[in-house]
């Protein structure tokens, strides 16, 4: 099968790795020094499971000279959803599948929005792994996507790609209401990111602080309240689920924690921003989320301003 990763970050080339080892066709959009590596070195996976080594894939910055594909995974950060979907056009294919393995809820709409919804699938990955220098991707532990339509009950196509995935000993679930699998995950990632960022703090030292914890309850709540606006309902026990799966981390740390780190923009905007949004448009106010929200955003701008100076 013929599979495009489009964001070839820790996400896309953990699985992209997978895949190629399971003998299919990859294509790796990627930029920069990363792109470098890649095109020199090929890429390279470090993890407790198995080191792997990628070098028989095109590593490229454009989808304009490659031929349609079979399956897409979306992998870019929420904020450059719209524009990395429209370039990566050439790409599709009559027979073409989405898998977005972004954070945020509204990320697959988005892409629906462009490509229809019979060809995308939302997924939520569950993995702990890290770009560690260009070219070179540290994986710690985890690795499973769950992944389904947004509208409807599970077709071929994505019966298909849990096929392709399980083949390639990717752990897998196809699920009826993924709506509320990305609700979940939010729940976690609203109040964590922002936190690790703000307190410079790991997952660890987050929950040994009482008052860190606290606060990352409270965020859940408005979390929880934004969730009932789009019809989904989460079990007040996700809660202690959430903080309970946050002890078994140890000192990981958030993606946009690592994104701080490396001077890279923030995803505040779908993890933060729209709780804030949806409440807000429901005639409530989310005021965690908000100073989340207003505080990440100068830090980016901040960071954004140390780093070209």
Known sequence: MRIA?????????????????AEHELVFIARGKHLDALRRDGLHIVSPSGNRHVRNAVFTASAAAIESVELVLFCVKSYDT???AKAFAPLIGARTTILSLQNGIDNPEKLAGLWGDDRVL????????????????HHANGGKIVF????????????GVERVLSA?????????????IQWAKLLWNAPFCAISCL??????????SDAL?????????????????RGVDLRRSLFDDTIAFSRGLGEFKPSMLQDLEARKPLEYEAFNGIVVKL???????????QTFYALLQHLDKKSREEAAS
Do not use: W
Request: hydrophobic share 45%; aromatic share 4%.
């Open 5 to 21: 990763v489009i964001g070839t970050g820790a996400v896309g080339g953990y699985f992209g790795a997978k895949l190629a080892a």
């Open 82 to 84: 719209e524009t990395a």
């Open 122 to 137: 939302a997924g939520v990955v569950y993995i702990g792994a890290q770009v560690a220098a260009p070219g070179v991707i």
């Open 148 to 159: 389904g339509r947004l509208h409807g009950k599970t077709n071929e196509a994505a019966k």
């Open 168 to 180: 390639a000993e990717i752990p897998c679930e196809l699920s009826d209401n993924i709506q509320k």
């Open 199 to 208: 307190a410079r703090a790991n997952v660890k030292q987050i929950v040994e």
């Open 213 to 229: 914890t606290r606060l990352a309850i409270d965020c859940m709540t408005e979390v929880h309240r934004a969730a009932l606006t």
């Open 279 to 289: 409440l807000r448009q429901a005639g409530q106010t989310a005021p965690i989320n």
